[in-house]
């Protein structure tokens, strides 16, 4: 069993930044993606980034040279920094794992198995 705990969603201007953290806990894969998701009032839950272990990442068109998905693997933790942060990137921001991931399914919520029950993102204009 893997839990999930994200922290770190806050309120912010436009233009801001945040650093969101996923510390995972219970059995730790050698092998594992983590992902971040992200769902506003009304919409579909949607990947934003995911990283694999051995380095691999993949990102969301709509958040590519704002948003750096990163490990510290001491710490079992996952990282998703957020620069020139937008009023449409407000959500509730979750984390998930998997054990594997590629470009043709790491955004896909039915691959995951673990979920965090998520960190709310406000951005004002």
């Known amino acids: 069993q893997v839990e999930l705990l994200e922290s770190g969603g806050a309120s912010v201007q436009a233009g801001g930044s945040l650093r969101l953290s996923c510390a995972a806990s219970g059995y730790i894969y050698s092998r594992r993606c983590i992902g971040w998701f992200r769902q506003a009032p009304g919409k579909e839950r949607e990947g934003v980034a995911s990283?694999?272990?051995?380095?691999?990442?993949y990102y969301a068109d709509s958040v590519k040279g704002r948003f750096t998905i990163s490990q510290d693997n001491d710490q079992n933790t996952t990282y998703l920094q957020m620069n020139s942060l937008k009023p449409e990137d407000a959500a509730m921001y979750y984390c998930a794992a998997t054990l594997y991931c590629s470009s043709a399914s790491w955004a896909r919520l039915d691959r995951y198995n673990y979920w965090g029950h998520g960190t709310q993102v406000v951005v004002s204009s």
């Open positions: 990283i694999y272990n051995d380095g691999s990442t």
